[in-house]
């Protein structure tokens, strides 16, 4: 109690940060406050900053992909890649031999290899698709950063352990502004394979979202799942209609297509009963959705991203060995991702 009260100045100041927990930071998570509209008055100004940052880096994307990011929330373009590149791009995601860290969620194994300046030296034909300029354009334009998202190869094993269900296939937006994740996937994904899933249009912050933020921000109290309370509100289905929006749609795609999606917006993991891999170049970019500029596209700021994660991974793991714990995402023994034994 006494630490938090000194804390109190830190907490006021990740008011203007990504920081988005109601139950670790006490201003974000103050009743009164967010009575008054604190948590109603972040997402408005989170989203016309980074609407306007949007809006500078738009200049070089096709106006048909812009409007699908605007509308639908997501853009979705299959064939990214000539046959030949996305062979090759699948043979090194299965030849690499790298640090793999891994993921419990539930049932789900999520796994992956950092795609950091020295596995990109070795995976040459990946090294080309996530730099492609085009690619790269549309990356920035969806994180509204003139910076590279951090990316991995993913693999993503459905019922692979005995678990409760998959926290992720509950419906949620990640947090309270706009934000990017990118998958690039490397096989067909159809229905019953855990596809992605998203509702259509909930990228939009309309008065009924509006509402609905802010009734959520004023009974963390009641809040059954500690993802609510860390920021990352989960809504349930028959919520949807309240807002005006439609049922989630299960994004099946062939392999070689690439979605790219805002994750303000309402998704899930999709269900599957068997035993099922989706496998995937997965990228993120968060950044400061109160910093109304665009950053400078310079290559030391990437490589100071990817070695922060690197660190932060590194402090994770020393914290959790402390506790006589594995990490959230520990290293696991195999470094090879479609090895299905010796992971511990
Ligand atoms: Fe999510």
Redesign the pocket.
């Known amino acids: 109690m006494i630490k938090k009260f000194f804390l109190l100045p830190l907490f006021f100041l990740q008011l203007f940060t990504v920081s988005k927990s109601f139950k670790s930071n006490p201003v974000i998570g103050n009743k009164f406050l967010n009575i008054m509209g604190l948590h109603v008055l972040r997402l408005i100004i989170s989203h016309s900053i980074m609407n306007f940052r949007m809006m500078c880096l738009s200049r070089r994307i096709p106006k048909h992909l812009r409007e699908q990011y605007y509308q639908k929330g997501y853009m979705l373009i299959e064939d990214i890649e000539s046959e030949d590149n996305y062979n090759e791009i699948h043979k090194e995601t299965k030849e690499i031999r790298s640090e793999i860290r891994e993921c419990i969620q539930g049932n789900t194994l999520t796994q992956r290899i950092h795609l950091d300046k020295y596995n990109l030296s070795q995976t040459p034909a990946i090294n080309n698709l996530i730099k492609r300029k085009d690619i790269v354009n549309l990356f920035k334009f969806a994180a509204g950063k003139n910076h590279l998202p951090l990316s991995h190869i993913q693999v993503i094993k459905s019922n692979y352990i005995k678990g409760e269900s998959d926290p992720?296939k509950n419906l949620?937006?990640?947090t309270f502004h706009p934000t990017m994740?990118y998958w690039y996937f490397l096989e067909n994904v159809g229905p019953n394979m855990a596809p992605f899933t998203y509702v259509k249009g909930s990228n939009k912050l309309t008065i009924k979202r509006l509402k609905w933020e802010y009734q959520k921000s004023i009974s963390m109290d009641k809040e059954k799942t500690s993802y609510s309370q860390s920021g990352?509100f989960r809504i349930e289905e028959e919520e949807l209609k309240y807002l005006g929006l439609p049922l989630p749609e299960e994004i099946c795609v062939l392999k070689n297509t690439l979605v790219i999606v805002n994750?303000f917006g309402f998704?899930?993991?999709g269900d599957t009963d068997k035993k099922s891999i989706r496998s995937e170049i997965w990228g993120m970019s968060r950044t400061n959705p109160f910093n109304p500029f665009i950053g400078f596209d310079l290559k030391i700021i990437d490589a100071l991203n990817n070695w922060g994660l690197h660190k932060l991974r590194e402090i994770k793991d020393k914290e959790a060995l402390k506790k006589g714990r594995y990490s959230s995402w520990h290293v696991i023994k195999t470094k090879n991702l479609y090895d299905e034994e010796n992971r511990n």
Do not use: L
Request: aromatic share 0%.
């Open positions: 992720q949620h937006s990640d994740k990352s994750t998704h899930r993991r």
